[in-house]
């Protein structure tokens, strides 16, 4: 029997090309800046946006007032809702309407 593993490569290819429907689901008072979406970090008492940015064309994300960053969708996920990077994986496949398992 083969181990099952996740698909990071792939589930974080197709979120890369829905990132703002993403974004906005998961950061609604955020928006478009320059290529970034800039909003406030739902994880700790942020007043107002500005210091919490994700590159729209790469997904990299950042929290410049705390150090925390990410490289992708998968890691955001995991940020936000608390999640391991393969739970956060398989909520990013669900949300896409994808399988994020290789057989």
Known sequence: MKNKKINFNYVSTLALKNIEAILRNWL????????EWVARNPTRSDHKAGSFKINLRSGRWSDFATGDRGGDL?????????????EAARKLADMLGIEAINE
């Open 74 to 86: 998968i890691a955001l996920a995991a940020y936000l809702f608390g999640l391991s990077q393969g």
């Open 28 to 35: 609604p008072d955020g928006r478009n800046i320059g290529g």
